[in-house]
């Protein structure tokens, strides 16, 4: 927002953003649409073997309501990152030493925190489609959901940890070496 040279970056970066956001959005009222129409529809042979557990009409109602949530959950959760991400975009072209003083509350801050709430939907958005998976497994029965469960846990915690591969700077191990010494610099401290 200082440097007026770099506003149609920052567009095109914010541009990127919408249209993922866009696709999640869609993509989610499709398969709501989808799920609603299987509800609908009449009740074919679910008598096979490849489903366990409850095969009960109203069993199936409650899993497919389920996923018809989660996937309504996502659509709402990308219109909202797309509602923020469109209104940083207009913001982050606004030149700060340009405004007036009856303005003075758009600042810097202002628009990172409006970037950053797009992100949060975004985020909350696309963890609202992982959920489905699992959810989607439910239909054949309570052990594709549990094992899909356990699986789904493992990924967010890969996603959601940043692993530091060697040595941090200036970090020292067990042993007391440092780990800019395993790193060939030399070290400042003792």
Same mark, same amino acid.
């Given at each position: ?67 018809? @949530? ?23 072209? @606004? ?57 789904? @846990? ?14 941090? @700077? ?21």
């Amino acid at each position: 927002m200082q440097d007026g040279s770099k506003g149609v970056l920052a567009v095109q970066s914010l541009r990127n953003n919408i249209m993922a956001s866009t696709l999640l959005a869609s993509t989610a009222i499709m398969l709501s649409s989808l799920i609603a129409i299987l509800m609908t529809s009449g009740s074919s042979d679910r008598s096979s073997w490849f489903l366990f557990g409850d095969r009960s009409e109203f069993a199936f109602s409650i899993k497919f309501f389920a996923i018809l @949530v989660c996937f309504m959950v996502a659509f709402l959760l990308n219109l909202q990152s797309i509602r923020y991400y469109s209104h940083a975009s207009i913001l982050i072209n @606004v030149p700060l030493k340009k405004m007036a003083h009856r303005h003075q509350h758009l600042t810097a801050e202002y628009v990172a925190n409006t970037v950053n709430r797009g992100s949060y939907f975004w985020s909350l958005g696309l963890r609202a489609f992982y959920f489905s998976f699992p959810l989607f497994l439910w239909i054949f029965g309570p052990l594709p959901m549990f094992f899909s469960c356990i699986a789904l @846990v493992f990924l967010l915690y890969f996603l959601d940890i940043t692993f530091k591969f060697g040595w941090a @700077v200036g970090a020292v191990d067990d042993n007391g070496h440092n780990g800019d010494e395993e790193l060939g610099a030399s070290s400042t401290r003792p």
